[in-house]
């Protein structure tokens, strides 16, 4: 087994100057996006659900139209099938605005952030944890995938 007591990579090592307050409010800033992430992953969600509900819609109004129900069908087809999910929006337009907006200012400011106080270095505050919680020289808990045994 390779000797670990090196620790993190590079990429994972708090640089010379940057406070412990720094680091976990970094943390603490990359937890939130992402959550941001998260949502944005749900969002998508939400939106391909959303058109495929509406697909879905169009093939009941054909059966219910095969099965004489010409009224509910036409109803269904002209008021609810392709109608907008917000006022003035489907769904592409929501993902897209969410994408062009907030998700795209969340990311820049994470990164400006993390470019001015820690060198552009992410997961500092995980890779501290996981020094504090492996088990150095034991199989599993390597630092690095360099530290593996060959």
């Not at 087994?1 to 976990?24: C, F, I, L, R, Y």
């Not at 992402?34 to 992953?41: D, L």
């Not at 749900?42 to 009224?71: K, P």
């Not at 952030?113 to 020094?131: C, I, N, T, V």
């Amino acid at each position: 087994m390779t000797n670990d007591a090196q620790g993190p990579d590079e990429q994972h090592q708090v640089p010379e100057g940057v406070s412990d307050a720094t680091v976990e409010a970094l943390g603490t800033l990359s937890a939130a996006v992402e959550v941001i992430e998260h949502a944005r992953g749900l969002l998508y969600g939400f939106h391909r659900l959303t058109g495929m509900a509406d697909l879905n819609l169009g093939d009941a109004v054909e059966q219910l139209r095969g099965a004489g129900h010409i009224e509910l069908a036409d109803r269904i087809d002209t008021e609810l099938i392709g109608r907008n999910v917000i006022e003035g929006r489907w769904t592409f337009q929501i993902v897209e605005d969410y994408d062009d907006g907030y998700y795209a200012l969340a990311k820049e400011l994470e990164r400006t952030a993390r470019d001015d106080l820690a060198a552009g270095r992410r997961h500092l505050l995980e890779a501290g944890m996981k020094e504090d919680r492996r088990t150095g020289g034991r199989r599993h808990h390597e630092a690095t995938p360099a530290d593996l045994p060959d």
